[in-house]
């Protein structure tokens, strides 16, 4: 056997093994050559694989003596039992990427979990949840240091005992409780703070053993700031709150046409003035040049309303992007209560709709109206008229089935 040697393969090695007693050295049975040819290509680095041959000679079939030492950390990380696993600070903080463990012949890789290791990842797990809400992680002192009303570190030291005897539900059901993202941030501080609390006469270096070994007493404190922040959030004060701003998105709608209710209220007066204003005219001189003026007047009065219109879809456009993003974070924060926020939400969409749809009304009404004061003024301005009438046929039809 040749080539590379993967750290999978040596533990396929391990698990053939048979170890005496405690000791790293056992019996190896040589079933056929590709194991005399791995063994004869171990033996050769003994310092990056750490086998080493007692006695035996590498035959098929023969059984040979073994003794197996650390291999390279950057090969792989190898520990007689979980205790030695948890030796390193390094190892209490974060699972190590590859590693084998003799006594319960276990590798990382592994689909079937001894309870041990579920207990240690499911802690592992627990000090992610701690790292989201400190301030930073001190590689030296391996410390979770925490900012609040005062300096908090936690050194995340702790046993194999307290590991093997730990009460994986009442932390499985800690950490169930950040799930959701419903004030995650909030729920973070209230568990940081009731570590502080439970282990307020404890050692710093014995904090966070303490804690693994009071999960009982730390899951009642966590609960008891929980719902002590909780009832100022009680359904009745969210809904006011939302009933408040809805008072509010509407006012701004209403405003969005209130503001312009006097250029729209002019639409109508403008009607009668050019209405009454509009005279027939025979000649460019005189009554011909007023009717031009009058129409002049009017095509600037439509395009300043016409400007306003667009100014005031502008704000409801805004608005609506406003409410689009409250709806989100408000349905993040409180997804609990979620088909009364769509409710509320629901009422001020149908408002706006009804408000483009009364703008776009009032927009046809002035193109309605402007193309009313042009034939007007053709029709009364004999000059215009003629001239109309001789280059386009379909209008001179017109004017023949009017008279």
């Known amino acids: 056997m040749s080539g590379f040697i993967s750290f999978e393969q040596l533990i396929e090695l391990y698990r ?21 040819d791995f063994i004869d290509q171990l033996l050769k680095d003994e310092q990056k694989f750490g086998i080493i041959l007692d006695s035996g000679n590498l035959v098929v079939g023969e059984t040979i003596s073994l003794t197996v030492e650390l291999p390279r950390t950057s090969f792989g990380s190898v520990f007689r039992n979980v205790r030695g696993m948890l030796q390193a600070p390094k190892n209490l903080c974060t699972e190590l990427d590859n590693y084998f463990i003799f006594d319960i012949q276990f590798s990382k890789k592994d689909m079937e979990v001894p309870q041990d290791i579920k207990n240690y990842r499911m802690v592992i797990n627990f000090l992610s949840l701690l790292e989201e809400d400190s301030a930073y992680f001190d590689k030296t002192t391996y410390q979770y240091i925490f900012l609040g009303t005062e300096v908090f570190k936690l050194s995340p030291r702790y046993s194999y005992e307290t590991i093997r005897e730990l009460d994986n539900t009442s932390l499985e059901n800690l950490i169930s409780c950040f799930k959701e993202d419903t004030h995650r941030e909030q729920k973070l501080d209230i568990l940081v703070n009731s570590i502080q609390v439970i282990t307020e006469d404890i050692d710093d270096k014995e904090k966070f053993e303490y804690m693994l070994n009071n999960l009982q007493k730390l899951k009642e404190q966590f609960l008891k700031g929980y719902k ?5 959030f009680s359904y009745d004060k969210i809904m006011d709150q939302l009933r408040t701003a809805k008072v509010e998105e509407m006012g701004k709608i209403h405003k ?5 209710q006097n250029h729209i209220l002019g639409i109508p007066v403008a009607s009668i003035i050019v209405a009454t204003q509009f005279k027939k005219a025979s000649t460019w001189q005189g009554q011909g040049i007023t009717n031009t003026f009058i129409l002049l007047g009017c095509f600037i009065f439509i395009c300043l309303v016409f400007l306003v219109l667009c100014n005031q879809k502008q704000t409801l456009k805004v608005i609506s992007e406003e409410l689009v993003h409250k709806k989100k974070q408000i349905n993040k924060e409180y997804s609990f209560i979620k088909d009364d926020i769509d409710g509320v939400f629901k009422s001020i969409e149908s408002r706006l709709t009804i408000q483009r749809w009364a703008f776009r009304i009032v927009g046809v009404i002035l193109f309605v ?3 009313s004061t042009v034939f007007a003024y053709i029709l009364v301005t004999e000059p215009v008229l003629l001239y109309v009438t001789t280059h386009c046929s379909w209008f ?8």
């Not at 001179?396 to 008279?403: K, R, W």
């Open 16 to 36: 053939r093994i048979e170890f005496t007693d405690d000791s790293m050295t056992g019996s190896f049975l040589l079933k056929d050559q590709t194991d005399c």
């Open 228 to 232: 002590i922040f909780a009832s100022g």
């Open 256 to 260: 969005a046409f209130s503001d312009i």
């Open 369 to 371: 109206g402007l193309i």
């Open 396 to 403: 001179a039809s017109f004017v023949d089935l009017i008279n």
